[in-house]
């Protein structure tokens, strides 16, 4: 079996590591010692609806994690989730490492990819860095959390309840224990809301970013120059793209939300004006693919959700825990559409000129995307007849895009229905682009023909 596996190529065994992980899963969830004694009625199809959902940091759910599983079994979803924003491949090498084991060059590839890095230098390091930093994120983020949940809920589930969410958070996974309604009944809580927040971002922010930011917070700190403005400024062009464009994103969208829910009385209506920015903010990073909601969307206002359905469709950045088709993807087309209408021959950025087999990949990216997630929503539109179209279309972009809000259709979904969204979100988290190579596997063939003029309008 191994050596089979071994000819398989490095995206292949990607995609096969994410599926041992929810198979696995899912028959250890469905065992009844991870059930409570009163627990709803529940069935396998449920289980690995559920586990799917975990592993690929989704958040979308059958059942609410709290209502079925018990102290074991949200233990194991903590597992999933944390195994599915960090990779089971990175898993296997950080072991392999701390044993002193040595990993072939296949392995090192392999590892490569599930990093997203363009290079195998420093990979030993790059990858003790990434967990270290997560477990300094989520353990800082569960300490701040245990300062509400301790008197809420006692010490022991206090700081259970605490733990299991900042792994979510920071994984983008979008489940909690709470119950059915997520975060809703802490929208107007600071300590929850901003700690998650926090957490999304820097889960989404792409691991590759945060080396580069705490790189240049060392060398500022080592030369200390005079200007505060010298700290970002050996930023690669990668973090720097991927900062801005967020920054943009997150601005934009908080304010386009808060503008049109503003006097909405079943969302944020009735709140206070730092509380409906607080909301705004919330809804606009949970977006990002972190799936936790403070508000019901089947209240929002239909302009709201199309936002929010756009703002999915972005998603985080490339190297973290968020999905969608990056914004880097975003920020190229961007670039490429102002360089189109100021005549440029060449797309730039920050006085660099980004080369055209990116721009390829971006434009695959988009049309491989949407090609899929149209071809979800058909299918949908097939097998579920009876459910708001617009309700479908939004469950769609959140399981391609790997967010996992709902507009209170998942549970209701038949089972083609369920697999539909299934497949959408294991394509979604193991990347589309990854997808198509695993099933193509097309060497790259460099053919020069005659130029053709075409007329595209």
């Known amino acids: ?28 969830l469905s ?38 599983y018990n102290g074991i079994g949200q233990v194991i979803v903590m597992l999933l989730m944390q195994i599915g924003g960090l990779g089971l491949v990175t898993l296997i090498a950080i072991s392999s490492y701390v044993l002193h084991r040595k990993m072939n060059l296949s392995d090192q590839s392999l590892l490569q990819s599930a990093l997203s890095r363009d290079s195998g230098q420093d990979l030993k390091r790059f990858l003790y860095m990434v967990y270290q930093f997560t477990f300094i994120i989520e353990s800082l983020a569960a300490l701040i959390l245990m300062i509400d949940f301790i008197p809420r ?26 119950g059915s309604s997520s975060l809703q009944h802490y929208a107007t809580n600071p300590i929850i809301n ?49 900062l801005k464009t967020t920054t943009i ?28 920015f607080m909301t705004s903010l919330f809804q606009t990073v949970t977006m990002r693919t972190a799936g936790f909601a403070t508000i ?49 021959t060449e797309v730039t950025f920050h006085h660099r000129t980004i080369d055209n087999r990116i721009i390829k990949q971006t434009l ?26 617009f309700k479908l279309l939004f469950e769609v972009s959140s399981a391609i895009a790997t967010v996992g809000v709902s507009m209170n259709v998942t549970a209701d979904l038949s089972t083609p229905g369920r697999i539909i969204i299934m497949i959408l979100m294991f394509i979604g988290r193991v990347g589309p682009v990854t997808v198509l190579l ?20």
């Open 438 to 457: 695993s099933l193509l596997q097309k060497k790259e063939k460099t053919i020069h023909y005659a130029k053709a003029n075409i007329s595209v309008g």
């Open 31 to 68: 065992q009844p010692f991870t059930h409570y004694a009163n627990a709803p009625q529940t069935s396998y199809f449920d289980h690995l609806f559920n586990v799917t959902s975990m592993v690929c940091v989704t958040g979308l759910s059958v059942f609410a994690v709290g209502d079925v």
């Open 364 to 389: 695959t990216i988009i049309i491989f995307f949407f090609s899929l997630m149209m071809a979800g929503f058909l299918l949908l539109l097939i097998v579920e007849k009876t459910v708001n179209p």
């Open 194 to 242: 901003f700690t998650t927040i926090g957490l999304i971002v820097a889960g989404g922010l792409g691991f590759g970013v945060w080396q580069d930011i705490i790189q240049c917070v060392k060398s500022y700190l080592s030369e200390r120059p005079k200007r505060l403005s010298t700290l970002f400024r050996p930023l690669s062009n990668q973090s720097r793209l991927v």
């Open 249 to 276: 994103i997150l601005v934009i969208g908080t304010l386009l939300s808060w503008l049109l829910e503003w006097n909405n009385t079943k969302t944020i209506g009735n709140l206070s004006p730092s509380q409906q």
């Open 1 to 28: 079996m191994s050596t089979f596996i071994s000819k398989w190529s490095v995206t292949q065994r990607l995609s096969f590591s994410f599926i041992v992980v929810i198979l696995v899963g899912s028959l250890i």
């Open 153 to 178: 809920f006692g010490l022991g589930h206090g700081i259970f309840n605490a733990i299991f969410l900042a792994i979510s958070a920071f994984c983008n996974a979008g489940f909690d224990n709470f």
């Open 296 to 344: 019901n969307y089947e209240n929002a206002n239909p302009a709201t959700n199309f936002l929010y359905m756009i703002q999915m469709v972005m998603g985080g950045s490339p190297g973290g825990t968020a999905g969608g088709i990056k914004v880097t993807v975003v920020a190229i087309i961007a670039l490429l559409f102002k360089a189109e209408l100021s005549g440029q």
